[in-house]
């Protein structure tokens, strides 16, 4: 089922946001900002440990013929 | 109707060999088919594809195609028996179509099972990489749809309609509908132009590719609405509406969306419910202006000279679903329904605020916030190789290397289906349409079906001279309601096929 965090949204138009948080004054917005950094920080260094070490040569080996 | 119709999808996956770019793929494709039916104990002389009722080059718009004037690659009901095709117990179809091995899913009657069915395919292609892994170096398979240097293979839905719809009305509606359902359906991908000759990144894996609005090809010349008429069901009944703009999609909430939506606007064509023109003045390069444009503002221009975005555009189909819906149905929606729309609504409000808040729903969104993050932290542009790997890798079917598999194991992504969900559709057929009947021939009588196809399941009965085929042309015919009872009580083809003549639901014909 769809998770607790969406609202029932309203149909927009040019009203204000309606959505469960409020616009978020600025210190606020950085201070989310750098917590999204850490977060995608954090998601890099898994994705380093996966990646294909040598890009370049992955990239040229992925060849496909067309389909559908 | 509602989002519940009878719909699938098929999905032909990226394949390559790590370090030889120049293996065959029509061959690896085989022995990827062979290496998963074969750990299922399904043996290639059983269990094949039966062609009777394959129709590729019939038109929707009333014409059939010459064979000799078709290009090779249409020709997709021709047996070649170096092609491996199986069909699975879950009613799904797995075959190498072209250079690619492809999973069709089972018929099933909702989106929610669409994904369920569609997300099971994908770990069946896992399983078979596993099992090819044995031998170095293995074979890699990837869920996206394009190599990003000239090529793309199809992610394809399939929705039964009435055929009393004329086809004229379907182009109309959803035309516009398509260059716009791609800001909620696109999985992203580095570099723009069909062979990546601009650096950059776009919403959609397909939309470069495609060069006309209507037409019968798949392979060359791509069409927004493709015309293909092979109902696979009753001809004078049903249309099977054959959708090949679509990406493959990883995240549910995408998924769900892209077959949720495309079946309520199909029903208010059917119903005769748009009364307003959205068509979309060149379709065709707004298609790929949109997918150019992260940030969502792209402006598409309507006939009546309506300037508005792809998701302004969507918010009109969205108000004219509530609209229909509610003349027809009130409060009394089903939950599927409920589901699609309300997933609809939020997608939608959050790509209006910020493209970057649907990163939990949206494929493209998702991907383009990790691949700015490398831009980010690492100084690269667009042309770096890095980007263009973890496009290419995000799709890869390995849990431990696939990187949408990694994000989304920590969380990453809203999840409508789980785990254990399609585990199970894995192996058990959808209960409420003939793939269960399908299914559970397969699983029971593996040794006496000779064949199976979408409308038929072929018995080779011991002792008898001839081989019976069972036509199932009704796709909500076949269900575990009509038939379970009467495969439970038959040990073998022999009587199940006595008890349907007697029971006379579906009379067995001779076949040769």
């Not at chain 1, 750098?34 to 040229?60: H, K, P, T, W």
């Not at chain 2, 940030?295 to 189909?317: F, H, I, N, P, S």
């Not at chain 2, 495969?487 to 199940?496: I, Q, V």
Request: some cysteine.
């Amino acid at each position: 089922m769809p998770s607790q965090e969406q609202s029932r949204p309203q149909r927009r138009d040019d009203a204000p946001d309606e959505g469960p948080e409020p616009t978020p004054a600025a210190p606020e917005a950085s201070a989310r900002k750098e917590n999204l950094d850490s977060d995608i920080d954090s998601v890099l260094d898994e994705i380093d440990g996966v990646l294909e070490s040598n890009a370049e040569e992955f990239v040229r080996g992925f060849v496909q013929k067309g389909g559908q | 109707m509602t989002v519940r119709r009878v719909m699938g999808i098929e999905t032909e996956y990226g394949i390559s060999v790590p370090g030889d770019p120049a293996a065959n793929p029509m061959l690896l494709s085989g022995q990827v088919v062979n290496a998963y039916a074969s750990a299922q104990g399904i043996r290639a002389a059983h269990a094949s594809w039966d062609y009777a009722d394959e129709a590729p080059l019939r038109d929707a718009r009333g014409f059939e195609v010459g064979r000799a004037f078709a290009d090779a690659s249409q020709l997709t009901d021709e047996e070649d028996p170096t092609l491996a095709n199986v069909v699975l117990t879950n009613g799904a179809r797995l075959y190498v179509d072209h250079a690619h091995p492809e999973y069709s899913s089972p018929e099933v009657t909702s989106p929610r099972a669409a994904v369920a069915w569609d997300r099971a395919g994908e770990l069946i292609m896992a399983e078979s990489v596993r099992r090819l892994s044995q031998v170095p170096p293995g074979v890699n398979l990837y869920k996206n749809n394009t190599d990003g240097k000239g090529q793309s293979y199809g992610t394809h839905e399939n929705y039964l309609m009435r055929r009393e719809t004329p086809f004229t009305d379907i182009v109309r509606h959803l035309v516009p509908f398509f260059v716009a359902r791609q800001v909620m359906t696109g999985s992203g991908r580095v570099g723009i132009g069909v062979d990546s000759r601009n650096h950059g990144f776009q919403l959609s894996q397909r939309s470069d590719f495609f060069e006309v609005e209507v037409g019968l090809e798949t392979t060359l010349k791509r069409p927004i609405i493709n015309t293909r008429d092979e109902p696979h069901a009753v001809a004078d009944l049903y249309r099977r509406l054959h959708v090949i703009i679509g990406d493959a999609n990883h995240c549910d909430v995408a998924n769900l969306l892209k077959l949720g939506t495309t079946s309520l606007v199909l029903a208010m064509v059917e119903d005769r419910a748009i009364d307003v023109d959205l068509t979309v003045v060149r379709p065709v390069s707004t298609l790929q202006a949109v997918s150019h444009d992260p940030t969502c503002r792209q402006l598409v221009e309507l006939r009546d000279g309506t300037k508005l975005t792809a998701v302004q555009l969507l918010w009109r189909y969205h108000e004219l679903a509530e609209r229909y819906l509610q003349d027809r149905y009130g409060a009394e929606r089903d939950d599927d329904t409920v589901e699609v729309m309300r997933w609809w609504a939020t997608v939608l409000d959050k790509l209006e605020r910020d493209p970057a808040e649907a990163a939990r729903e949206v494929d493209w969104v998702g991907k383009q916030q990790v691949l700015q993050g490398y831009i980010d932290r690492d100084g690269l542009d667009w042309s770096d190789p890095r980007l263009r790997a973890v496009d290419i890798q995000w799709s890869d079917v390995r849990p431990d290397k696939g990187i949408f598999h990694r994000l989304r194991r920590a969380g990453r992504f809203e999840e409508l289906v789980s785990d254990a969900q399609v585990l199970e559709a894995v192996h058990q057929p959808p209960e409420d349409t003939r793939a269960y009947f399908r299914g559970k021939c397969l699983e029971k009588y593996p040794d006496q079906i000779a064949a199976a196809s979408w409308d038929s399941v072929i018995f080779d009965v011991p002792g008898q001279a001839s081989l019976q085929r069972v036509p199932m042309l009704e796709p909500l015919r076949g269900t575990r309601a009509s038939v379970g009872g009467l495969l439970d009580r038959s040990p073998d083809a022999a009587t199940l096929l006595r008890e349907l003549a007697s029971a006379s639901r579906q009379v067995p014909t001779r076949v040769e």
